[in-house]
């Protein structure tokens, strides 16, 4: 890997050039390399969002560091060519690309990758391939797989994040299409509404009504994990990536449990702040503003990046942002292990306490699906980018369908660090349902800040669910109260159940029954308090 020079550089850029693939497309993108010496080890990013996504790469300080940077449009945008099919060709894609740069008189053979979101999918995608020359890959922000934790999660359709994402990527394919020559009139008519009335598409019953996007019938028609995401699957083989990675996840991103489980499966340095998806890496994340520390360049988090792919000591091995102590921590492993899983329980008088509860007396609530509980916060994606992270859940907590269990005013610091889940012992008059779950940071004002969210679609009357919350670092300071939501939606983060059984893509507005739901009160939360 090649040594760090900030002497004064002369630099080329060849701008749409042509990478042949295996199937004969021809995919561009530019190779930005020192007019002088080499050869060159190159850093990889490959994008289907254009230009733009391209600025998040550290192109000057790569260079600075000596390597080329080559930019890349996946098939079907930019200036590439071919059709853009979601994640289906990005292994093979990537592949073909190492070896064309490997290839290339101003390589040195070797190549390193690096992203955010689909950016490192397309990386980690490729590095499954086992491609010749691939010596390591930054990952930010990507889920683990494409079906739980990208498209569902908990068994719920992530519907506003689903039809935010594929409108933008229909869009992108149509003025490919248009500057190929292509008449898109009718094709973006189609697609109008999901873009600029994305509120009222959502409502739309049956979701597989909604018109513009391609692959959304597919999406939407296979809410179990079946032959159709096993084939997509493939492509992400995690016991076939052999070269180290790097990861970084947000404690507010939507990828944050795909993030920490490629970390899990695939080992490597991890960094986890106090950021979303679109807000990644910045100080702030919804309501609250953690400071200029929580930023990546208190962190160093470029020249972190740069020291792992040029295969240097990056430092500890799991950096993490406690969130209320507002600090970074470096840990030696994730999830801590002095954290210990402690069982809150969600009592019938609306007290969560670690004591278990005398009453057996169930909390009930009704939930209409035509009324659904609007997302407030939260890991989202959604088109409204300000509706996401920790907002005020005041509002939502007025609401009748709303249950709410609260500690009493803690009298020193609770730290919570590592895998949430909530353990629900409920019922409901309907054949199906879904049970919500979030955890909230009551402040002495009154404020009630959103910490993590998860939801669970069931199948059954009855029984003993557990909700995902995935996880978190969250210190609920003195004086503070630690609050548990439960309810049965949470619109348009995720779509409405119906309640009646039938696939919730093919769900009519006459299919919407009210429920009629019940929480016991030996229902908990668990949370890994860390000792202070």
Same mark, same amino acid.
């Given at each position: 890997?090649p040594?760090?020079d ?7 850029a ?8 295996r ?6 993108g530019?190779?930005h390399?020192?007019a002088e ?7 990889l990013?490959? /994008?289907p ?9 550290p ?5 600075e560091?000596?390597?080329?940077v ?5 098939r079907?945008r930019?200036s ?5 099919r979601?994640w289906r ?5 990537? &592949?073909?690309t190492?070896?064309?740069i490997?290839g290339?008189p ?6 390193v990758m690096t992203?955010?979101?689909y950016l490192?999918?397309?990386a980690?995608?490729?590095a ?14 990507t889920?683990h797989?494409?079906h739980d ?5 908990g068994g719920a ?8 994402w ?6 992108l394919?149509l003025m490919h299409a248009?500057?190929a020559?292509e008449?898109v009139?009718?094709?973006?008519g ?5 873009m600029t009335?994305q509120?009222t598409?959502?409502r739309?019953l049956?979701?597989?009504t ?8 597919e999406?939407? /028609? &296979?809410?179990?994990?079946d032959a159709?995401w096993?084939e997509?699957a ?18 507010f991103?939507?990828?944050?449990a795909?993030?920490?489980?490629? &970390? ?6 991890l960094?986890?702040g106090?950021w979303?998806?679109?807000?990644a890496a910045?100080?702030?994340?919804g309501?609250?503003d ?8 208190a962190?160093?988090?470029?020249q972190?990046?740069?020291?792992f792919?040029?295969?240097?000591d990056?430092g500890p091995?799991v950096?993490?942002?406690?969130m209320g102590?507002?600090?970074?921590r470096?840990?030696e492993a994730?999830?801590l292990a002095?954290?210990v899983?402690?069982?809150?329980y ?7 306490s ?15 699906p ?18 996401v ?6 509002d ?8 709410c ?10 730290e919570v660090?590592g895998?949430v889940?909530?353990t629900l012992h409920?019922e ?5 349902t ?5 955890l909230?940071d009551?402040?002495p004002?009154?404020r009630?800040m /959103?910490v ?6 069931t199948?059954t ?5 557990v909700?995902?919350?995935v ?10 109260r ?9 619109f348009p983060?995720?779509?409405?159940n ?10 009519t507005?006459?299919d919407l029954v009210?429920?009629?739901q019940?929480v016991?009160?030996?229902s908990?939360i668990?949370?890994?308090v860390?000792p202070?």
């Amino acid at each position: 890997m090649p040594k760090l020079d900030r002497s004064p550089m002369r630099v080329t850029a060849e701008y749409d050039t042509p990478m042949p693939m295996r199937d004969g497309t021809v995919l561009r993108g530019t190779v930005h390399r020192r007019a002088e010496g080499g050869p060159f080890p190159a850093l990889l990013a490959r /994008s289907p969002y254009g230009e733009g996504a391209f600025r998040m790469i550290p192109v000057t300080a790569a260079l600075e560091a000596g390597f080329a940077v080559v930019l890349q449009h996946c098939r079907g945008r930019g200036s590439s060519d071919g059709e853009f099919r979601p994640w289906r060709d990005e292994g093979d894609d990537g &592949h073909d690309t190492i070896a064309w740069i490997t290839g290339q008189p101003w390589s040195n053979g070797e190549v390193v990758m690096t992203g955010m979101s689909y950016l490192a999918g397309c990386a980690l995608q490729a590095a499954a391939t086992r491609p010749p020359g691939l010596k390591a890959v930054y990952a930010a922000m990507t889920p683990h797989d494409f079906h739980d934790g990208l498209k569902y999660h908990g068994g719920a359709l992530a519907l506003g994040s689903a039809l935010n994402w594929g409108a933008m990527q229909a869009a992108l394919g149509l003025m490919h299409a248009a500057e190929a020559g292509e008449d898109v009139g009718a094709a973006f008519g189609a697609l109008l509404p999901a873009m600029t009335d994305q509120a009222t598409a959502l409502r739309t019953l049956p979701l597989d009504t909604i018109e513009g996007i391609p692959w959304w019938r597919e999406w939407i /028609s &296979h809410p179990e994990r079946d032959a159709f995401w096993e084939e997509l699957a493939e492509t992400l083989r995690h016991d076939r990536i052999e070269v180290p990675v790097m990861h970084v996840a947000g404690w507010f991103d939507l990828f944050l449990a795909g993030t920490l489980e490629n &970390h899990r499966r695939l080992g490597g340095p991890l960094v986890v702040g106090p950021w979303s998806h679109l807000t990644a890496a910045s100080s702030g994340t919804g309501r609250l503003d953690f400071g200029f520390a929580a930023s990546a360049p208190a962190v160093q988090l470029e020249q972190r990046q740069l020291a792992f792919l040029m295969g240097r000591d990056t430092g500890p091995a799991v950096r993490i942002f406690v969130m209320g102590d507002d600090v970074w921590r470096d840990e030696e492993a994730w999830p801590l292990a002095r954290a210990v899983d402690t069982p809150y329980y969600l009592r019938a008088d609306g007290l969560l306490s670690p004591e278990p509860p005398v009453s057996a007396e169930p909390a009930t609530f009704t939930f209409d699906p035509r009324d659904p509980v609007p997302t407030t916060g939260g890991p989202t994606l959604l088109a409204d980018p300000t509706n996401v992270g920790p907002q005020d859940q005041r509002d939502v907590e007025r609401r009748p369908d709303v249950l709410c269990y609260t500690t009493g005013v803690l009298g020193s610091d609770v730290e919570v660090t590592g895998p949430v889940s909530v353990t629900l012992h409920a019922e409901t008059s309907a054949a199906a349902t879904d049970w919500t779950a979030k955890l909230v940071d009551v402040y002495p004002d009154g404020r009630a800040m /959103s910490v993590i969210d998860g939801i669970v679609r069931t199948g059954t009357p009855s029984g003993t669910y557990v909700i995902d919350l995935v996880a978190t670092s969250q210190v609920f300071k003195a004086g503070h109260r630690i609050r548990v939501e439960i309810s049965s939606s949470n619109f348009p983060r995720f779509d409405r159940n119906p309640g009646t059984g039938r696939p919730a893509a093919l769900a009519t507005e006459a299919d919407l029954v009210v429920q009629n739901q019940r929480v016991f009160p030996d229902s908990y939360i668990t949370l890994p308090v860390v000792p202070r």
